[in-house]
Every structure is written in C-alpha cells, then in structure tokens.
C-alpha cells in the first residue's frame, strides 16, 4: 500500500489542460522546480476544443511549436450562413472572410485539443524534465499566511492524493463527454504518440499520495475549480436553459458546404458546421429535450442518435447520416466568472476555472491558454528570484477584464443561436447581418489582437517622446507581427517567431536609416549607454539577476534598422549590439533590417510603417516575456527603459 510522503516544490500546478500546461511551459523555460498534476488518469485523446485563434497561434510561433499546428490543423477563414429563402428553402449566404484587416501571419485553424496538449507537452519536455503527473487529485488545502511576502517559504500545504479512477470521463456537472471507439477509427486518429503516452501513464500506477508545501499554486482545474473552492473565490453567474449537443462525426451527406465553416438555420434550429481535420466535422446541434414531468433539462434522453436526428431535420432536404462517431457530448450553457483570480498573490486560478460560458464562440481554450501564458511566466519569474512579487498583480488586472468581454461576447453569439425558432423574424439576411455584427464588434478582442492590458509595473502607458498617437507600438497589446529580414544573412522570418518566449525581456532598437551620419552617432550614444561598465551594473544588460542556467541576462536586445538590406553589413553595427560570445562567435541573430525580400511579399520591407515609426529617427521599445508590449520611447529616453525595468526587476548581487 501506498505511504503518505511529504515534499517541497516552488510551483503546484493543479490541473494540465490547456492553461495548466501554459503555465507550466514557463516552468520549464525558467527551470522552476515546478510539479503539475491531473486527475485525469490519461491525457486527453478525442474530443473538447479545436478552435484555435489568431493570437494563440502567434504565441505558439514564439514558443516554436506553431509549424506542427500548420501541418495537421483545418484552416477554417470563411464562413458561411444558411437561411431558409423566401419559399423556406435552404439558401447559402456569404461567403464571409471576417478578421482579414489584422495583419498576422496566422488565421483561423481547427485541430482537436489533444494534439495541442501533445505539442505543448512536447515543448515542456525539451526544456525541462517536468512531466505531468496524471491520476493525481488535489485534495485539502491549507493556507499559512504568517510568512507574507518571504520567498523562502512554503505557505501553502495541499494534499495529493493518487486515485485510479476518472470522474470527469463519467460526466459530471452539466456536461458528459464521451469518446467513442467503433472498431478501426479510434485507432487511426489516435496519433502513435498517444498511445504510446497511454501505455506509460498505465505503468505508472503506485506513486504514494503526498503533502505537498509549494511557495505557489496556479489553480487551472477547470469549470468545477477545487482550488477556486479553496480559496473561498466564488463563481458568478448562471446557467441558461439552454442545451446543447456536440458530435465530432465523419459525415455522410449531400449537404454542400459539409467541409465548410458555416451556420445553418431553419425552423427547428441553428446548428454550427466545423469542418476539421482528416475529414471529421463537428456540430454543435440545440437539443432542447426536457423532461416533461419537472420541466429540466433531462441529460439522459441525449443521446447521438437525438443529436443527429435534429440535425436530418435542420439540414433537410439535405440528407445526413454517419457511419463514424469520434466524440459526443451534451452541456448545458452556464455563463460565470470568478470576480478575483487570485489570493494572498501566492494562489492563482486560470482558464475555466475563472470563466466558463458556451463553446460555440470557440475561444474557452484560447483564453484559457493566454491566462496560463499570462501568469506562468510571471509567477516562475518571481519564484527564480529576478522579480518583484508586484507583478503578479498584474495577472488579475489584465487578465479579468478579458474574461468579462468574453462573457459579453458569449451572450450575444450564443444568443443568435437561440432565437432559431424564428428565423424569419427578421428576414434571413437580418439573421446574417446580425451575427456578422456580433462577429465584427468583438474581432479584435476574440481574435486576440487587441488585449487592453491597463498601466502597471510591467506596462508603461506614458511613454517617452514617441508620440503614442501615430505609432502603433501600443504599450500593453501586441507588437503588430512584420516580416523582417537577418542582417548576416538575409533570410527572413516573422516577429512572432523572432521574439521567442524564451524567458527574456527584448529591448528592441529600431535603429532607423543607419547611413545617415547623424542618425549612426544616435545609435552609438544609446549603444555606449546599453554597454557602459561603470558604474556597477549601470547597464541595463547585465543590471538584472540572471536566471541559473538559462539565459546569460534577463534583457536581451535586438536591432532592426531601416537602411535597404545591401547598403549596409552586420559588422557596421556597434558591438554592443551584435556581441561576440566566446563559444558561439558573433551573434548574427541580433541584427535585422526591414527591408523587403523579392520571394516573399509578406516581407515587404514595412515594418517601420506598420509599427507607426519614424524610418530615419527609429525608437525603442520592450517585449514583455510573454510578447506584449511594456515601453516604448526616444532613444534618448533610455534612461526611463531601466526606470522601467527597475521598477520590479532585481538588480545582480541583490544589490
Ligand atoms: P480544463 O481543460 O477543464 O482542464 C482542467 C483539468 O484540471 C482537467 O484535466 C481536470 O482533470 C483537472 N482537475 C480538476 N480538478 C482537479 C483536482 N482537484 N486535482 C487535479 N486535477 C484536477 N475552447 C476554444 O477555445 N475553442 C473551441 O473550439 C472550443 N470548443 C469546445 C467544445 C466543447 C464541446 C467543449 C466542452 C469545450 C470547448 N472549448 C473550446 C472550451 C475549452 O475546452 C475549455 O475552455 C478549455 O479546455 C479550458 O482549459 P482549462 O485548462 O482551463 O481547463
């Protein structure tokens, strides 16, 4: 029989879907001694999301796992509306290509939520030797709040206890899932991988259950959060009446737009097509079975069969039918969130633990994965020591705003899909605009693209004397993705990727037009100033606590000038810049030029335009860890890049 054990670890994780893994990816980045557990026996295989969003695969870029989405995941850009037409036939309306202003590399894509864990997973395991620990279930909590803000404690006591068994496969709460396995199928889109993991998980059976003592907790359990019920943070909200099945199928139809993204509405319903990857589709089909005796929703009577009977019925005359079924479930539509994401700024909840509300708007995971970005890299960022505890209040204030507009969002989309019994109320082209509406006045929010991160230690909104009006380097959101071209070498490759969720601030010169002579002296004077010695720790390089380990400093920077590409060279540039590493030799990779590249028109040599920035005079600013924008200003404001820094970096030599 298992014995109780007792341990220490900097970080519990509580939970490993989407925004636990987030959150353990910065784990592994900084080398936290972190630990992140799951009840779950196995990881999961089939099924639950598979929309990813415009932001989340910039993030992926940085984290250099977004070329396995391309490879495997449904592009899904266009959309269309079906409505029944003046004689009640089903008419195609659209297409539509929403979200096509936004300049990013990356659009729209669909692939299921168990590969997305694997390539997280996988990324967690190049850089670290973290794993998670599955048929692990948090149990009983203890808080200590004598020791306050010292880093060298352990306020947090929680019981782990090792269960063979999963609940949630079960179906709890409102929602059931199942994943279903008709001979051949589930074999066949299981990726090897998986079943490789399968069997491993199964070997690890006898791990003792365990106190656990962490100096941190980042709660990401889910809708049904234990750790928000730890932390006494309740879940406001209700649920709606609503209900709804799921069905990922391999469709045998005559239905044209099948392999589309589309919505269909007819008088017995809306349901929403996905086309996604190796020929699956999923529906999200209204199946309002209530039981007639109490007037509730009646799970029971959900079955695949229902769903796909109300889908014959709202597709018709199309025919539909499978032979296939990869996954169903029905939920019922509850829209809550946590007023507080944190306590005592040592416990964390994230993802659905905080928000939870229809799938159909597809951003649950997505959001659920930047809180987890959001937090992690902050949380790992203290525990390593380089960092003041400040900014992990940061986390709720940038991060609730978001969940609340998700909300806002959600009531109006899912809304447009429960007045389907009157589809004619306004017409079918009422109905289209209506949801293109929805859709256009929330874009930049659930596309991500614009975050409204507020002022705080780690956002500075007065900037220096860049005039913040014109440019587009908006402290707070994203830094616009541009294509720009290696100085060394001339290859080129986009922001998203070249700023790399590493663990580092980038200070990001934009040297301007590099062959003016007055423009040259500029960059000298912020260069000496970048790579001065005296006095101690003056520069803003070698200022901050490094990370054991892992990155030689906390800033590192990068230059992008705007001189054409073949009027300059690498060597041109102050070394301070471009330094020699003993082992490594120069470091090309710090010099680029936003010039264009005549076999690639992404890389259009704009960058400067698109950022809103001077091409002759440059500017510069700083990349969060996490690529979001923290200072922007004048080269001659460089002063107020370390005051920025200094307001919640620590300073080598705990000096
Ligand atoms: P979860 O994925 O719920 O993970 C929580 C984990 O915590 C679980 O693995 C659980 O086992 C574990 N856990 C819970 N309690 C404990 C405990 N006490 N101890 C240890 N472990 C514990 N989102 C999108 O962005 N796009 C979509 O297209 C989309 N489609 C969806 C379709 C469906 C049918 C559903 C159901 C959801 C969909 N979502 C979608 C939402 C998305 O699945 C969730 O928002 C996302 O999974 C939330 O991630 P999370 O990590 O916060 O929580």
Redesign the pocket.
């Known amino acids: 029989p298992a014995v109780d054990a007792e341990s220490h670890t900097d970080v519990l994780i509580?939970?490993?879907?989407?925004?636990?893994?987030m959150a353990a990816y910065w784990m592994a980045r900084y080398g936290i001694r972190a630990r992140i557990?799951?009840?779950?026996p196995t990881k999961?295989f089939t099924?639950?999301?598979?929309?990813?969003?415009m932001r989340t695969l910039e993030l992926f870029d940085s984290m250099g796992i977004q070329h396995r989405v391309d490879h495997e995941a449904q592009s899904a850009v266009d959309v269309n509306f079906w409505v029944p037409g003046e004689k009640g036939q089903l008419m195609r309306q659209g297409p539509i290509t929403p979200g096509q202003a936004h300049h990013s590399p990356f659009h729209h894509m669909?692939l299921s939520?168990a590969r997305i864990e694997d390539f997280i997973l996988d990324s967690i395991r190049e850089h670290s030797d973290i794993e998670v620990e599955r048929g692990?279930?948090?149990?009983s909590f203890h808080y200590d709040e004598t020791p306050g803000e010292d880093p060298n404690a352990y306020p947090i006591t929680v019981q782990l206890r090792r269960i063979l068994d999963d609940p949630?496969e079960k179906g709890q709460g409102s929602?059931a899932?199942h994943s279903t396995k008709p001979s051949g199928f589930d074999q066949s889109n299981v990726p090897p991988e998986d079943h490789n993991n399968l069997a491993e998980q199964n070997q690890k059976a006898h791990v003792p259950n365990e106190t656990v003592r962490a100096k941190y907790i980042i709660g990401?359990?889910?809708?049904?959060?234990?750790?928000r019920g730890q932390l006494n943070i309740p879940f406001e909200g209700e649920s709606t009446e609503h209900v709804w099945g799921?069905i990922d199928t391999i469709p045998i139809t005559d239905f044209p737009d099948i392999r589309r993204l589309c919505t269909v509405t007819s008088p017995h319903g809306t349901i929403l097509v996905i086309p996604r990857e190796k020929q699956l589709v999923r529906l999200y089909v209204p199946v309002q079975i209530m039981d007639e005796e109490n007037g509730r929703f009646d799970r029971s009577k959900i079955t695949p069969e229902a769903i796909k009977a109300r889908v014959q019925a709202i597709l018709a005359p199309y025919k539909f039918d499978y032979q296939i079924l990869d996954w169903w479930?029905a939920?019922q539509i509850g829209r809550r969130i946590a007023p507080s994401f944190s306590r005592w700024n040592r416990a964390f909840i994230?993802?659905?633990?905080v928000h939870t509300h229809s799938?159909k708007v597809?951003?649950?995971?997505?959001?659920?994965?930047q809180?987890?970005f959001n937090i992690g890299w902050k949380v790992a960022l203290v525990v390593s020591g380089a960092a003041d505890p400040c900014i992990l209040q940061t986390y709720h204030e940038e991060r609730h705003r978001l969940a609340e507009l998700l909300l806002e969002f959600d009531k109006l989309w899912a809304g447009m899909f429960t007045q389907e019994n009157k589809p004619a109320a306004r017409g079918a082209q009422g109905k289209t605009e209506s949801m293109m509406q929805v859709v256009e006045q929330f874009q930049d929010f659930a596309d991500g693209i614009k975050a409204f991160y507020g002022e705080s230690p780690l956002v500075c909104k007065q900037s220096g004397g860049v005039n913040l009006t014109t440019c587009n380097l908006i402290p707070g959101e994203r830094v616009p993705p541009v294509k720009l071209r290696m100085q060394a070498e001339g290859n080129n490759v986009w922001t998203t990727r070249l700023f790399e969720s590493n663990g580092q601030f980038k200070l990001v010169v934009l040297a301007g037009d590099v062959r003016e002579v007055a423009q040259k002296q500029r960059l000298e004077t912020l260069s000496a100033f970048l790579s001065r010695s005296e006095p101690p720790n003056s520069s803003l390089l070698t200022r901050y606590s490094s990370i054991r380990g892992r990155s030689k400093s906390l800033v590192d920077v990068l230059t992008v000038h705007s001189a054409p590409w073949p009027d300059t060279e690498f060597f041109h540039f102050p070394e301070a810049l471009r330094p020699l590493d003993p082992v490594f030799g120069w470091s090309y990779g710090k010099i680029w030029c936003d010039d264009s590249c005549s076999w690639d028109r992404d890389c259009d040599g704009r960058a400067y335009e698109k950022w809103g920035v001077d091409r002759k005079r440059g500017a510069v600013f700083i990349v969060r860890p996490d690529q979001y924008i923290g200072w922007v200003g004048e080269f001659e404001d460089i002063e107020k890049a370390t005051k920025y820094f200094d307001g919640f970096l620590k300073t080598s030599k705990g000096e």
């Open positions: 509580v939970g490993a879907g989407p925004s636990g893994l557990v799951d009840k779950r999961v099924g639950h999301a598979d929309g990813l969003r669909l939520q692990v279930i948090a149990e949630q929602q899932s990401c359990d889910g809708a049904h959060s234990w750790t799921v479930t939920y994230a993802g659905d633990a799938p597809g951003l649950g995971m997505n959001m659920s994965m809180d987890g």
